[in-house]
Each structure stands twice: as structure tokens, then as C-alpha cells.
């Protein structure tokens, strides 16, 4: 990528951001009630009017909407990111308190489904069995379809509380991330399989696969050398995209396993509409979000010199 | 249980704690009710040291007392703060903790505390009088600006005095002869004067190990949203005289760890993972107690788990529609077919070991052939369809689901189905997100029918929950326009919070159980415990008085 693609390329990632965080500023501001009168006009305080108008003034609750999206844009470009409202705690704190544990599982569960995909797309590809090989191709299309919350209690189940091999509560920093991983993996590992099985059927149709074999090669030397260099671009283009399938999994992942992290997080200000917590969580996303995908945009090149050259033609 | 078992050595100087507990003795003896605050008699010596995993279905979210309502954050301040008075849980009884003994003026508008002067906050400063009276300063006028409440538990409050380093005296603007047993209640937990300079933020989720209070145990480290972990105070040696247990607590540790799924909290339980959890749902208690645990289920003592009818809705004005849909409720099968024996069918607007129960079975009749008749008097004829219109207008209400409350959904969906085909009246409920939710509550016109429950060991708790000015979950005061529907109403609750005779207090309570009832504002529906799973190794274990966890006097047996 040239200098000036790349700048082009960063500045609609920063517009893709500055977006997000304006969308979910209306957005939260449009939804009914607000996190004070949530939390404080709960009938369980016991609160009256005017104790109530007290702290609606004092969390200036009532402010025109454009000063507060200045306040809190103004905020946010300098990292103060405002408090929860529920827990009264600085959603900076938060985040970082969550961020470690949600990253590691991320990056852990991502790797896991990688892996599963390989195993699952290459084994199937590389056996000669036609039975075999269609269960194990079919078999992305049913993990698609499991439910994460189903599969994490099943794993739970049989794994911790019937075999007692890894404890769920009170187990070690590995010993608690085994299930998790697990849980995360599967339902991520589906579609990239999925992509994988495709692509390199595809590929394998093409001429310069036959010429490759009609010279000698085994069929495992043009699986490794040939199918998977050319089979990675969609795979890797599909990867960017379920980073928000990992988001969202990681949020039912999280409240069974009942671990703290982003997802917990998330789930608990959405049930509270934490809003200030809410605002720098979607932020968050949408910077990931297109962090990754801007480094997908930018390997995809190496991993395949034509679009390198695509590039250059269209600079 | 035994009641009154455990004797006071020093009697307290006011007759309130004494009446008390003689209500409550007779109460219990003649309708057998059980309070079961504790486990059975430990067997052998306690076990000292060891580490106790408790499993809550929700992370705390303010160590701030007057907030300890919440059950997380109840479960965290009782074991981290002391209070001035303890509330013994079976007999209700008060005894004296950091307070010695007290006096009351006549008129209740004046309480003196004379204090130990052996006690220390865990930062190693002295409790005296003075930090006692800046902790009922803030809990009894709350700070707006620093976003700190008033508590729910303290009426009337006005002022402090410091007599000397070891006798406060609080001042009232009006009676307030609740004002002994809010000093108990763990929303008047003790904290260090450094600690109460904090704005609500300072008392939020991850500033725990910062809060300084005189208890058995500190908070040592937080995970926020999963973990929170307390350690025992070694040099703590001011339990109440009644406590088993004189000197620091037996276990080192206390690990809450937030288990939001139920079946995770079940199995983490019974395979050993975890000590004890709370909310056993009823339907897995069979699971729990089938693998060798133990099921805990102190009652709450407040008011009943029930229906709240909004009589200043235009519909509901018409006490026949209320009388009718009070009819029309089967009771019995509500708890028959949702709970188990933990949980009683109520028999009057408070539960049976509540303060001033009196038993109102016969207010509380199923007929629902009267109630249809009663509807058809009324103008609300049936149509094809199965539901009553009257001027073309439906007969229908709207039902909140309580999410807090065992089961509510189910309740509310088997009361619906009752009402349809008994009554021909139609139940929504109302499932939203919190903010639509808290509008609807707050409106007679969205939410008819109020379910909801509050659990407080005090006369004080009915006027907690009916008086527009505290929960008023009757919506008596119209949030709108601040006009009061039923003055006699309020008149009867404010009576109850604020007679200093005892007895014209009891009577007081009674009064407004009758009332209720009679004019059909409420549906109680049964009395709400807190079931508490116990594993097997697990001793020692109690409930203070509406049933939040006490560790004090827990040890693990391995």
C-alpha cells in the first residue's frame, strides 16, 4: 500500500470511529428513561421527588443534549471516558479491570478456532473416503448452529461438574480458561471452516492445480504449498469480519462462566442502559473493529502479491 | 428453634427490645412459625482458618450502607461493618454491640448510645462518639451532591450531639420509635469518618479494599464484576454478647465469586466447587439437597411477596374490580405449583414472623364465582372472546415482572391464567428494558398491578412499602402531581413509624394490615425467604434478621 492509500485508508477508519461514537451518543440518548431515574427512581430506595430532583441536578441529568455530546466527545479525546452510573466507578477503571481478561480469551478462543478450522477443513480435504469426507465437511454447518449458552452449560456439565477434570469456580488463570476457550472456539471456528472448505474446493478446480499435480507433486504438497496460500485470502477477510461474532460470544461466554471482562460488562450496562459505560464500550468495538480490519487490508498483500499489485494499478 | 435461648446478660434500659421479643414469642408459638436463621447446632469445635467460597448471582455494587439493600451489596456490608445495636435474628430482640446500652426520651424524638471504647476501624483509628454521630449525620440526611441517600430505615431525622468520646445522642424532628432498630440494620453499617468524606463514586464497585469499617472481616481485593475477597480482622473482639463466637472470625477468607447462572451456582455447589451459594431457585432444590447439601431459607420478615393494586387507576377506583380480582387469585395454587414449603402462603399483607403479624386468613378468600358476579354487577360483561368490556373497553391490566423476585414471571403468568378463566379479566405483563420499565412502574396508567416484596425486621417496613413518600408501590401519592389518593391511608402508615408506645405501634401495623386487605389494595401472595445452598463441610452459618449471610461464627470442616 502506498503512503497515500494508507492515509486515506487510516482517515476513513478515524470517520468509521467518529461515527460510531455520534451514533451511539443519539442513540442512547433516544432511549426512554436515563441511568439516574433507573437507578435512583427504583421504588426499592425509597427515595422522594424532591431527594430524586436533588440528584438529577447534581448528576446533571437534565442537560441540553449538544453539551453533553461536547462533554463527553471532549472526554473521550482525552481518555476520561465519565463513570457508571450503577456502580459509581470510573469507566476507565473498568475497562481496564476487563480489557486483559476479555483480550486473552479473545485472542486464545480466536486461536483455538483457527486451529479447530484447519483440522476440520484440511482433514476433510485430504481424506479420500467420500463418507467420511462429507461428515466432516457438513460438519461446520452444525456448529454453526449451536447456541454458545447451550454449549458452555453442556461443556460445564460434563467436563466440571460430572468428570471433575477442570474446576469452573476457583480454578487457576489456565484451569479457568480451558471451557471458556472452548466455548468461544467452536462457534467461531464454524464459519472459518465453513470459508476454508469452500475456498479450497475452489481452488482446487483450477488449471494450474492439475498442471502442479500432473508434475509429480503429492497431493499433500499441492494441499500445503499451492491450496492453503491461495485459499487464505477470503478466510483471512471472513476473519476480520467475526471479530464482533467474538464480541458477542464472549458476552454469553463470560456471564455463564461468570468471568469478569468486556462482555460481563457490556451485558450488565445494557441491563442497567449504563449509558456512559455503554458509549465507551461501542467506541471500543468500532476502534478494534477497525484496527483489525485495517490490518487485515494490510496483510492480505502479502499473503497473496496479486492484490499488491491491484493496488499499485489503482494508486 | 429455640427461642430467647440465648439470655442477655445485660438487659437493655428500653422496653422495646423486651415487648418485642415477647410478641414475636407468642406469635411463633401459636402458629408454629419458623424463622430459621441458622444451621443446626454445629457439631465439635470450630475449625480455625480456611477459605470459604460463596457464590452470589450478581456483582455488588456499592459498599455505601444506606444502598445495602441490594442483597450483593447487603451480603458484603454485613460482614465488613458493625453496628451500634444488634438485632438478635431469632428473637428479634435487641442486644447491645458497639452501642452499651441507650435511652429514649418518651416521645422517641431523642436517643442516647453509650459506646465501647475498645473499638477500632480496620486502619487502626479509634471509634468514638464523634464518628458515630458523622455516620448517622450522613445516613439520616444523605448528601445529593455527593449522590449519597438518605436511608430508607431513618425517619425523621434531624440532628447529632457529642456528649463525651463515649456517649451520642441523635435528635428527631418527629417521633421515631424505628429509629433503635435502624441502628441494627446493616444500611447503618459503621464506616471510618475518612471513609464517609467519599462521594458515591468512592463507595462503588472495585473501591472496596478503601472502605474502613469496624467488622470481622476487610475487603482485601476486588476483581470488579466477579470477585470481591475478604480477610479476617485479627484483632477483632467486639461481637455482640449474644455471638457464639467472642473473638475474630474462624475463616481467613471469604471469596465471593459472582456465579450469574443458576445452573453454574447448583453445580459449583454440589460437586464441591463452592461452599455455599445463594438463590437456590425452588425447582433445583431437590438437586441441591439430593447431593448431600443443605438448604438454608430465613425469611425475610417484611412484607409479603404480593400485588400491589393501583387503586387511583380509573378502573381499579372501583373497589368491586379489586375485590373481584383478590377473588379470583388461587393463592394456593401459586404456591403449590411454583414453590415449595420455603416459601408459606401469605396470610395477611406481612409475613408470620414479621413484627405485628396478625393473621388475616379470613380476609383472604378464593371465590371466584363471587368475584365474576361481583364484575357482572359491575357492568363488565363477558364477551365472546373470554374477557369483560364495559363501553366497548376491555378489561385488562398491566403486571410488572419483579426480575428480582423468585419466579416472578411464572407467578405473573399463572395469576394471568387464572384471571382469564375465572374472571375474564386480562393480565399483561411487562417486560422491558430498565428504562421503560422504571417509567411504567412510576405510572398507574402502565403498570395496574404492582408486583414486589421488602424484607426489614421492623414495624416500620409496612410504611416502607405503602406511604407515598418511601416505595409507594400503591402509587397512593401520584408521582404526577404529589396529590394523595387515600389520606386515611397515609394517616394510618405515618401512625406506625412515628407512635412511640410500642404496643400502639403493634396496634398501629395491624390497623393498616386490616385496612389493606379490607379495601382489597393488596394480593398477598406468600411469604419470601432467601434460600441459601450449604455443602456438606460448611458450619456455623447465619442469616441475620432478613436474611443476609453472617460469617462471624462460619468454619469449613475438611
Same mark, same amino acid.
Given at each position: 500500500m502506498t503512503p497515500r492509500a494508507l492515509a486515506t485508508r487510516l482517515g476513513q477508519s478515524l470517520l468509521v470511529i467518529v461515527l460510531a461514537f455520534t451514533g451511539a451518543f443519539l442513540m442512547l440518548q433516544a432511549l426512554p428513561g436515563d441511568a439516574v431515574l433507573i437507578k435512583f427512581e427504583n421504588p426499592e430506595l425509597g427515595l422522594t421527588p424532591a431527594q430524586i430532583a436533588e440528584i438529577r441536578e447534581a448528576y446533571g441529568a437534565d442537560t441540553p443534549i449538544w453539551t453533553s455530546f461536547w462533554h463527553t466527545l471532549s472526554g473521550f479525546v482525552v481518555g476520561d471516558f465519565g463513570y457508571?452510573?450503577?456502580?459509581?466507578?470510573a469507566v476507565r477503571d473498568l475497562l481496564a479491570e476487563v480489557l486483559p481478561s476479555t483480550a486473552l480469551l479473545g485472542v486464545l478462543g480466536f486461536a483455538a478456532a483457527v486451529v479447530l478450522a484447519c483440522v476440520v477443513a484440511f482433514t476433510a480435504m485430504g481424506v479420500r473416503n467420500p463418507w467420511l469426507r462429507n461428515t466432516l465437511a457438513s460438519l461446520p454447518s452444525v456448529l454453526v448452529s449451536v447456541p454458545v449458552f447451550w454449549l458452555a452449560m453442556v461443556l460445564i456439565q460434563v467436563f466440571s461438574f460430572r468428570l471433575g477434570l477442570v474446576r469452573v469456580i476457583g480454578g487457576g488463570p489456565v484451569e479457568s480458561l480451558v471451557l471458556p476457550v472452548l466455548t468461544l472456539a467452536v462457534p467461531i471456528s464454524a464459519p472459518l471452516a465453513q470459508i476454508l472448505v469452500r475456498s479450497i474446493e475452489d481452488v482446487q478446480r483450477q488449471p494450474f492445480i492439475a498442471v502442479v499435480r500432473a508434475k509429480g507433486a503429492s497431493r499433500w504438497w499441492v494441499l500445503t504449498r499451492n491450496i492453503v496460500r491461495n485459499a487464505l485470502v477470503p478466510t483471512l477477510t471472513i476473519a476480520g469480519v467475526l471479530l464482533g461474532e467474538l464480541v458477542a460470544g464472549a458476552i454469553v461466554t463470560e456471564t455463564v462462566f461468570g468471568r469478569a471482562g468486556l462482555g460481563r460488562l457490556t451485558e450488565q450496562a445494557v441491563a442497567n442502559q449504563d449509558v456512559a459505560v455503554l458509549q465507551a464500550v461501542v467506541v471500543l468495538t468500532a476502534v478494534i473493529f477497525v484496527v483489525v480490519n485495517l490490518a487485515v487490508d494490510l496483510v492480505a498483500p502479502l499473503v497473496d502479491p496479486r492484490l499488491k499489485k491491484e493496488v499499485r494499478a489503482a494508486a | 428453634m429455640t427461642l430467647a435461648h440465648r439470655h442477655l446478660s445485660r438487659r437493655n434500659l428500653f422496653g422495646l427490645g423486651i415487648a418485642a421479643a415477647s410478641l414475636t414469642a407468642l406469635t411463633a408459638c401459636g402458629g408454629? $412459625?419458623? $424463622?430459621?436463621n441458622q444451621t443446626e447446632a454445629p457439631a465439635g469445635d470450630p475449625v480455625k482458618g480456611g477459605t470459604l467460597t460463596y457464590l452470589d448471582a450478581q456483582p455488588h455494587t456499592s459498599l455505601y450502607p444506606p444502598s445495602a439493600g441490594f442483597y450483593p451489596n447487603g451480603g458484603l456490608v454485613n460482614n465488613i461493618t458493625d453496628r451500634l445495636v444488634h438485632q438478635n435474628a431469632e428473637t428479634l430482640e435487641f442486644e447491645p454491640w458497639i452501642a452499651t446500652e441507650w435511652t429514649v426520651n418518651d416521645d422517641a424524638t431523642e436517643f442516647t448510645f453509650t459506646l465501647r471504647d475498645d473499638v477500632t476501624f480496620s486502619d487502626g483509628t479509634k471509634l468514638d462518639a464523634a464518628a458515630v454521630a458523622k455516620n448517622f449525620d450522613l445516613y439520616g440526611l444523605g448528601d445529593a451532591a455527593r449522590g449519597l441517600t438518605v436511608s430508607e430505615a431513618i425517619n425523621n431525622y434531624k440532628s447529632s450531639t457529642v456528649v463525651n468520646p463515649t456517649t451520642v445522642t441523635f435528635h428527631f424532628s418527629a417521633p421515631a420509635p424505628g429509629f433503635l432498630q435502624a441502628t441494627s440494620t446493616i444500611n447503618s453499617g459503621l464506616l471510618s469518618p475518612k471513609t464517609l468524606d467519599g462521594k458515591l463514586e468512592d463507595f462503588g464497585a472495585g473501591k472496596g479494599p478503601t472502605i474502613i469499617g469496624t467488622?470481622?472481616?476487610?475487603? $482485601?481485593s476486588e476483581k470488579i464484576g466477579s470477585e470481591v475477597v475478604l480477610k479476617a480482622r485479627t484483632d477483632y473482639a467486639w461481637a455482640p454478647k449474644s455471638a457464639p463466637n467472642q473473638s475474630r472470625a474462624h475463616l481467613d477468607q471469604i471469596t465471593y465469586v459472582v456465579t450469574p447462572e443458576a445452573g453454574v451456582r447448583v453445580g459449583g455447589l454440589t460437586s464441591g466447587q463452592a461452599h455455599i451459594a445463594r438463590q437456590i431457585a425452588a425447582t433445583d432444590e431437590k438437586q441441591v439437597t439430593a447431593a448431600g447439601a443443605k438448604l438454608l431459607a430465613p425469611q425475610t420478615?417484611?412484607?409479603?411477596?404480593g400485588f400491589s393494586l393501583r387503586f387511583r387507576n380509573e378502573v381499579l377506583a372501583d373497589k368491586n374490580v379489586r375485590q373481584a380480582l383478590s377473588l379470583g387469585t388461587n393463592r394456593q395454587e401459586v404456591v403449590d405449583t411454583l414453590f415449595t414449603e420455603n416459601y408459606p402462603l401469605a396470610?395477611?399483607?406481612?409475613?408470620?414472623?414479621?413484627?405485628?403479624?396478625?393473621?388475616?386468613s379470613s380476609k383472604l378468600v378464593h371465590d371466584p364465582g363471587k368475584g365474576a358476579q361481583l364484575l357482572e354487577d359491575a357492568g363488565w360483561k363477558l364477551g365472546s372472546d373470554g374477557y369483560r368490556t364495559k363501553d366497548g373497553k376491555r378489561l385488562t391490566f398491566t403486571v410488572n415482572e419483579a426480575a428480582p423476585q423468585p419466579r416472578s414471571f411464572d407467578v405473573t403468568t399463572l395469576v394471568s391464567q387464572q384471571w382469564k378463566a375465572a374472571l375474564g379479566v386480562e393480565l399483561k405483563i411487562l417486560r422491558a428494558d430498565a428504562g421503560t420499565y422504571t417509567k411504567a412502574i412510576n405510572d398507574a396508567n402502565q403498570v395496574q398491578v404492582y408486583h414486589s416484596m421488602v424484607g426489614r425486621a421492623d414495624l416500620d417496613v409496612i410504611k416502607s412499602q405503602y406511604a407515598g413518600k418511601n416505595r409507594n408501590t400503591l402509587l397512593n401519592r401520584d408521582p404526577a402531581d404529589d396529590s394523595i389518593g387515600d389520606t386515611k391511608l397515609e394517616e394510618l402508615l405515618t401512625k406506625v413509624a412515628s407512635t412511640p408506645d410500642h404496643d400502639a405501634r403493634i396496634k398501629a401495623s395491624q390497623d393498616v394490615q386490616a385496612y389493606l386487605l379490607d379495601e382489597f389494595y393488596v394480593i398477598p401472595l406468600f411469604e419470601e425467604p432467601q434460600v441459601f445452598g450449604l455443602g456438606p463441610k460448611v458450619h456455623g452459618f447465619e442469616a441475620e434478621s432478613v436474611g443476609r449471610p453472617t460469617f462471624h461464627n462460619t468454619w469449613v470442616a475438611e
Open positions: 457508571s452510573i450503577q456502580n459509581g466507578t | 408454629g $412459625a419458623q $424463622a430459621n467488622g470481622p472481616f476487610v475487603v $482485601a420478615r417484611g412484607v409479603n411477596n396470610t395477611s399483607v406481612i409475613g408470620k414472623t414479621a413484627l405485628g403479624y396478625q393473621d388475616n
